[in-house]
């Protein structure tokens, strides 16, 4: 292995609560067991889909999916980093430097690059790094097929359609009930299936807005010592 940027003490930052066990998969099962089965081609040192590209409207858990990864990989004892191109004004296209040396690679947000030749450029380095030296995963994100994205940059357009492409679905009304069950468990808290239905029915449909709604009701319920009743969510939440 080469000399590692500095930059690699970069932190992660993962959410503890955001693993494959909290995401409800829906019509999304095919991409989970792919990003899973990468572990075994890191663990036997053949890499095969090397480049792997989820894309979908926000809200769908395409951020979640990748801590999930990287918390699997950090399990299996191998080097990951996560970085989300939302968070690019506070750092520079360097970062990219030296991830190749990482054995998982996950890059969020790449639609966030329109406009950022420079970005663009070492974003297109990077994968043709990680190619090259074939001991990687590289798992990118964006909320367009790699074609309809609005990059300036064609070879890296061309570069994002050699990998294994997933479109992500969004969850029925009862799926969306179970993970906000789940998610809810990972804090500590027990909620009904009543309760979970109300939310889903009476509150935002998205699941970041559900996600939100269960942060408030989480610090609440600590507060008050109440537990997750609807009479209470209807106070919190002012429903």
Known sequence: MGQVSSQLSLPIGLKDTESFASFIPGQNAQACSHLNALFSQLQNK???????????????GK???????CQQAELAGDTCIYLSFDEKQHLSPDVLLGLEYYRLICLDDI???QSESAWQIAVFDLINRV???????????GNQPPQLLSLELPDLTSRLTWGTNFQLYSLTDEQRQKALIVKAQHRGLNMSKDVAKYLV????????????????????????Q???TIPFVKSILTL
């Open 63 to 69: 951020s979640h999916l990748l801590y999930a990864t």
């Open 46 to 60: 053949k890499v095969n889909n090397w480049l792997t590209y989820l894309f979908s409207d926000s809200g769908l």
């Open 111 to 113: 639609e966030k690059l």
């Open 226 to 228: 109440r537990k997750l």
């Open 131 to 141: 190619k090259e030296q074939n001991n990687s995963c590289l798992v990118i994100t």
């Open 201 to 224: 029915n009476h509150w935002q449909r998205d699941m970041p807005a559900l996600i939100a709604s269960l942060d408030i009701l989480d610090e609440h319920s600590l507060q008050q």
